[in-house]
Structure formats: C-alpha cells, structure tokens
C-alpha cells in the first residue's frame, strides 16, 4: 500500500514520555521473621552459604523483579536492531526470548522475522523501521490513532488520513458521531468499544497475550502499549495512576484488572521459556523462582529440588483476579484464614513451597520426583480402595464401641474401656515404646509366602494399604493438628495478658506446630519411598531413621495436645487427658516446665527430622538406593526383588 | 444502549433482507438475535449435488467478539453432510469458527466459507474419529477445542 501508511507508522517520534509504573523492583524479602521454625533449610537469598544435601539454591524474584529483566531485553533488542520497545517485545515473545537465535534470525531475514511476529505487515516490511534512532518505550503509541471523528478542530496533529466524516466501525456498525476510532498501524479501524471488548475477551477468557488484530487475514500483533494504552489509559491522562480507558464506557474496574492480566501473561510468557525459571503455582502468586539445576532431567534423580516463592497464603487482593488464573481450591479458605494477624504472619498463611522439577505443589522430600509422582499416580488409581482409610472414626478393637480421632496424635485412648492403642496399626500402644516394634514397618513374609494369584494380590493390596495408610494419616494428622492449634492459639494469646510472658514466649507453641507439620510432611512422603524400596539392608535403615523421626513426632504431638497449663504457675493439679489425644503425661504442670518440655522436644524432632533428609538425600546422590520397580531415570530391578 | 450483538445482528440481518443471501444459501428463520438458520446448498458439480442442508447458529452476547455456534441440524429428518471435516452430530471442525474466527467476519461469510468447504470436497468421508468425538462431544460446539489438521 501507499507511503502515508508508512508515514502513519513512522510518524512517532514525538511523544517520549515515559511513565512506566514506578512499581517496587526489589528482590523479596526472605528473611522471615520465624527463621527459627524453620530446620535450617530456608535458604537465603544471595547468602551464598554451603547448602545441606537436601537443599539447592534458588533466588526468589518478584513480579516486578522479572519485569526488570524482561525490559533490559527489550532495551537490548531495541538498541541492537533501533526498533521501539513494542516491536522489540513482540520479536522476542515469538522467539521464545532467545535473544542469540532471534539476533542471527533478523539478521538473515529482516522482513521475516517482522511479519512472523506479528510486528509488521508483509508489504511493509520491506521499509525497516530503522531510519530514526533508538525510540522510548512509549513512542509505538502513536501506532494508536484515535479521534472523535465529529470534532473536526480537536486535535491538529491526528494523521491526516482517517477522514474526519462520518465513521461506521466495521464490528458493531456504530456510527455515531463521537465514536472513538483505533487501529493498529494496519489502519484497520474499529471503534474503542469494539476493541476494549475484544482485548479483554482475549486476555481474560482465552489467556492470550498475542493479540491480533481484528481484521481477517491480517496478522498484526496489538503492541504492549497498544493493550496499556487501550485498557488503562494513555500516557498523560490527568491522573497518571489513573486508569482511564480510551474506551468511555469501559468498566474501569475490569479493565485494571485485564490489564494486571495481560502483564501476568507477559511475564508467565517469559519464565515458561526460560528452563531456570518456575512460576510460583499457588493460586493469586505471582513471584517466580530462579534455580539453575544444571543440565536437564538426570539431575532430578539424585535431588529434590524444592523452593520456596517468598510469599504465605494468599494474597487478599487478588481475589477477583483469580477467575481464569487457576481452578485449584485455594487452602486460605479452607483453613479459615484471616490474613496476617497482629505484625507476625499467621500460622495458616502457608509459605508457597514447591518443587522446581516437577507440578507437586508441596515439600516432597525426601523422595525424588519420579518416586513422588508414580505413587500420587498409584494413590489416584486406586482412590477408591483406600478411601475407607481417610475416615476420622474407627472402631476400638477391645470393646468395639466408635471412637473418633479429634487430634493429630496417634495415641489413642477408647473412651469407655481406656484401652490404649495405635490409630495407625490398631495395635496396643504399650507396644509402640519399646525397641522391637515397628509400627512403620510392613511385614513382607506374607507377600513371599503368597503362591497363587489370588493371595498374592490380596498380598499386594495390603501392602500398599500399610503405605497408603500411614502416608493419608501424616496428612490427616498435620490438618488436625492444625485445627487443634488454632483452638489453643487463643489460649497462649490470653496467657500473654494475664502473666509476665512475652509474645515471643507464648510463640514455642506455633514453633512447635509448624515443626510438626513439616515434619509430618517429610514422614508422610517416606512411605511413598518405603513403597518403592527394594529390601534389604538400605531399606532397614532408612525404616529405622522413619521409625525414630514418627516416633518424636508422635511425643510432640502428644505433648502438644495434652492439657494446658492455666497459669504461670500453677500447682501440679488433676485432669485427665480428653478423648482423642493425650494419655501418658496427664496433669498440668506450670507453663514454663511445659515450654521447656515443648522446646526441647522440638529440637530433638527438628534434628531426627534433618537427619532423615539428609540421610535419603545423600543415598540419592551416592545412588545407593534400589527399587522394587521400574523408576524413570533409575536402573531396572532384578527380576527377584521385583514387586507388581 | 443496545448491546453490541443485537446492533450487529439487525444490521447484519437488513442487509440480508435487503441484498438477500449469495446463490444456494436461504435464509429459514431469524426471529431473534439468539438463534437464526440457514439452508445451504453446493452449486454447480459437487459431490452434494442435489443435497441441502440446514445451518444452525447461535450467539451470544459476546458476538462478534466471539465466534458464533455453528453446526449443522441433525434433527428432524436432516442430515449434516457427508465430509472430512464434518462430524455426524452436525459439529464442524473448521478454523474459522475457533481461532481463525474474526470479528469482522458475519454469518454470510460464514455460510459462503462452509459452501466451498463442500465445493472443494474430494471424497465423502466422515473424520476419522468421528464415533468417538460424538460420543464425548459437548452440546455446544464452541466447547471443542478442534485440532485444525489442515485448511481444505
Ligand atoms: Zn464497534
Ligand atoms: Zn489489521
Ligand atoms: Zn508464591
Ligand atoms: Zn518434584
Ligand atoms: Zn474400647
Ligand atoms: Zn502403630
């Protein structure tokens, strides 16, 4: 077409106004205020200490922080090819970011790459948009022509050749007079209405940040100041912070949010292309994590790449951006939560931790992610089969009455006969302290022994149900010692008022909680590791460091949910323990004896908890571990330690 | 104000009954801006010589921003063509319904397009997984993420 056109695209050099949103760049803070409850693996940021063999490093990076880089690309492209920073943007998204193969790419074929990317149309990119020098960051917005085509006088430096006559937008036929035309430097022009309408469909209902234009057949990209100016209002709009849609009667309101969208495309876009990126995946997040794992897949069998985005719970604001983010339950509601409370962070704002190698939101330690995943793949199949085992009452295998677990410890006293005994294996809990009984272990004879089909899958099925069972039961527990706590928080908040201790005094509960349900958290994926072991002499002592790690968690647990103390110092007095939890100790000492009871016990499941992790993390480096089945990336078993 | 559907569509519609529709496409019923049909025939030699279809499409609120919902009527005695792109529920697997759909295009486009998707036919074939596509298919085609194998 004709040279106005080109003109129309070129004519952009006035305007340098930059006003990108004076946003926060900063890294995340990931000093948190509770390092303490942490088992020393809350790696920090830029520390550059010696990690331990159950930790990488990684650099946590908020939004912000990634749209820093993104823009020094950009500004790197820009000042290599002299294109504006839309065009710029546009190359790189459609090269996955790859700054050397685009860079070879444009120079091989200029025109190519521009239409390619939607920055250029086939006719005119023969012109290189190079003759004026490095341009702002804003100045494609004149790529954006718009007038009320009424007002004749308006404004003198429109391009000319929109005639100022009567205008129908093509898309709704509109013709009003002061309809608002806007056009991509294609010059096929809609109305601001048409165009706010179609830009927030793309973004909000397909996910899409390559938005072409409207017309068919033509394969022009709207620029990323085409969509800022469009939805939240061009540079030099009376109120810079603002939004003031072109569009008049845009919702503002909705097109802050497709707006806030669109940048979280942009950014998603980035780190998917990028291996040494991961976006947060909990729900309303958006921090990213940086962890070079080096090269590729085989690394994940000998580490478990876990991390952690910077950010608890979820944030408040986002609630109306989380429609088309994520379907996922979100757990704040679960859990009841309030947001932070009072200063600190509270205890059921979870820290985002995930695992950088594969989708497993969650701390999957100590087992490697292929581990990890076949048995959440078992779990899934056989949903049905163990579903029985979630279920909160059971029967006392004494006097058959029903009783109900309300704790997260497993030691269980049945109401009526005070029969002691073992939630998890139903077995006498006096059994449960001494040297020869493992609880945690599963007895393999029975699947040896097993001759004909029938038996052995009756064999195979218990012994996934051992697994399964104890596995559902760390989850269940960690839940329903969390409820527990959260009952009890109020107690050591009005403790704090009626005595001379401090908060932080008051706090070696919440310490020893979130103690609890890391911990819990690590046990529970022992027994997807145990399920996948091949006997033998490894197996045995990892069952033993299991059986050490269940067993101080399990004191904890009790100890945490026997009565409490009332006073500071109260007397040593009666009161029996409740239903569900606490046999053993019984009566209240005063509240210090039970803070230094809880504290030290804390330590002591702190340190087996440390050596569990560190123990399998190490036999996963040393490549000590055998399985009973074939494992991604793991050699074959032998035929004779095989178990299907 | 009117929405940006209903405008269209009256416009879309005048023009219709003032220019009337392109040869072997008629118009049956469009009493509302929710649903309209059309039949649709192949001219001169085809393979569907002598056979008429009928269209049907549905719009939403959105529209023209979005795609309309178009497939052909199998009820009633009718038949969705024979075709490699056109399921035996009526669903259609063509781009220009999903994500080659743009907002300028109109329903006459539409019929025209799918007129010489027929015209072009080489052998009368259902999609090769058509049995299991309509046993899952949604009701609504625009659920459907079709693959887009080629352009014919
Ligand atoms: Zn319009
Ligand atoms: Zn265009
Ligand atoms: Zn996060
Ligand atoms: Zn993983
Ligand atoms: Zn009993
Ligand atoms: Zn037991």
Redesign the pocket.
């Known amino acids: 077409m004709s040279s106005d056109e080109e003109d129309y695209y070129m004519d952009s050099d006035d305007d340098m106004m930059d006003d990108v949103q004076d946003e926060d760049t900063s890294d995340i803070d990931m000093d948190d205020d509770d390092d303490d409850t942490d088992f020393g693996y809350d790696f920090k940021v830029g520390s550059g200490s010696k990690h331990k063999s159950y930790q990488v490093d990684y650099t946590s990076l908020s939004q912000p922080r990634v749209e820093q880089t993104m823009k020094e690309d950009v500004d790197h492209i820009c000042g290599i090819f002299g294109v504006d920073a839309g065009t710029a943007s546009l190359l790189l998204r459609n090269e996955s970011w790859n700054k050397e193969r685009l860079i070879e790419k444009y120079m091989d074929n200029t025109t190519k790459v521009l239409v390619d990317a939607g920055a250029a149309q086939p006719e005119f990119a023969l012109v290189r948009p190079s003759t004026t020098a490095r341009r702002s960051a804003r100045s494609t917005s004149k790529l954006l022509s718009f007038k009320k085509s009424s007002n004749p006088t308006s404004s003198p430096e429109q391009p000319e050749r929109i005639p100022s006559t009567s205008f129908t937008c093509p898309i709704c036929f509109d013709d009003s007079p002061d309809l608002k035309q806007l056009a991509l430097h294609c010059g096929h022009a809609a109305c601001s209405g048409c165009w706010n309408a179609y830009v927030i469909s793309k973004i909000r209902d397909e996910g899409e940040h390559c938005i072409r234009c409207m017309t068919e057949g033509c394969a022009l990209v709207a620029t990323d100041e085409f969509i800022h100016d469009l939805l939240v209002g061009p540079p030099g709009s009376p109120a810079p912070t603002a939004v003031t849609p072109i569009d008049p009667s845009a919702d503002v309101h909705e097109n802050a949010v497709a707006f806030n969208r669109f940048n979280q495309l942009l950014v998603r876009n980035f780190v998917s292309s990028n291996p040494n990126l991961k976006f947060?995946p909990?729900p309303g997040?958006t921090?990213t994590v940086e962890c070079s794992l080096g090269s590729g897949k085989a690394v994940l069998t000998s580490v478990v790449p876990t991390v952690k985005?910077g950010?608890r719970g979820i944030p408040q604001d986002t609630s109306d951006l989380k429609e088309g983010v994520s379907g996922k339950a979100t757990f704040s509601s679960a859990l009841g939560s309030s947001g932070p409370s009072g200063g600190g962070t509270s205890i059921h704002d979870k820290e985002?931790v995930f695992c950088f190698g594969c989708p497993i939101e969650g701390d999957h330690r100590p087992v490697v992610c292929a581990v990890a995943k076949m048995w959440m793949k078992k779990c899934e199949d056989d949903s049905e089969t163990a579903n029985w085992i979630k279920s909160n009452t059971k029967e006392c295998s004494q006097c058959q009455s029903t009783i109900e677990k309300n704790g997260g410890c497993n030691h269980m006293t049945c109401k009526k006969c005070k029969y002691e005994f073992c939630w998890v294996c139903m077995g006498p809990w006096s059994e449960h302290g001494t040297a020869w009984y493992s609880c945690n272990r599963y007895d393999e004879k029975g699947s040896i022994d097993a001759r004909d089909a029938q038996s052995r899958s009756r064999a195979s099925l218990e012994r996934y149900l051992h697994y399964y069972n104890r596995w559902a039961n760390h989850e269940q527990s960690a839940k329903l010692s969390l409820d527990l706590y959260l009952k009890t928080e109020k107690k050591m908040e009005d403790l704090q008022l009626t005595s001379s201790l401090t908060w932080i005094e008051v706090q070696f509960m919440r310490r020893a909680v979130d103690v609890l349900l890391s911990c819990r958290t690590t046990l529970k994926w022992t027994y997807a590791m145990g399920y996948y072991l091949a006997r033998g002499n490894e197996k045995d002592l990892f069952e033993d460091n299991q059986r050490d790690l269940e067993k101080a968690v399990e004191d904890l647990s009790e100890l945490l949910e026997g009565p409490m103390p009332t006073e500071v110092d109260a007397a040593a007095g009666s009161g029996s323990g409740e239903g569900g939890g606490g046999g053993g100790q019984g009566g209240q000492g005063s509240i210090s004896e039970l803070r230094q009871k809880v504290t030290d016990k804390t330590v002591y499941v702190q340190k087996r908890n440390e050596i569990v992790l560190d123990d399998t993390a190490q036999g996963f480096l040393d490549g000590r571990w055998r399985w009973n089945t074939s494992i991604d990336g793991f050699e074959d078993p032998a035929d004779e330690i095989r178990v299907d | 104000m009117a929405s940006i559907s209903s405008r269209r569509l009256a416009k879309e519609l005048m023009e219709i009954k003032n220019d009337g529709c392109p040869v072997g496409i008629n118009l049956v019923k469009a009493d509302d801006f929710s649903t309209w049909w059309f039949t649709i025939q192949v001219m001169g030699e085809s393979l569907y010589k002598n056979e008429q279809f009928t269209l049907q499409f549905r719009f939403d609120p959105q529209y023209p921003i979005s795609s309309p919902a178009v497939q052909f009527v199998v009820t009633d005695g009718k038949e969705a063509p024979v075709h490699p792109h056109v399921y035996s529920n009526g669903h259609i697997c063509a781009s220009i319904l999903g994500n080659e759909w743009s907002p300028v295009l109109s329903v006459i486009a539409v019929c025209v397009t799918l007129q010489s998707m027929l015209a072009s036919c080489k052998e009368k074939q259902r999609p090769i997984d058509n049995d299991r596509y309509i046993k899952h298919a949604p009701e609504n085609p625009k659920k459907t993420r079709f693959h887009y194998d080629d352009d014919t």
């Open positions: 947060c909990f997040c921090n985005c950010a985002h």
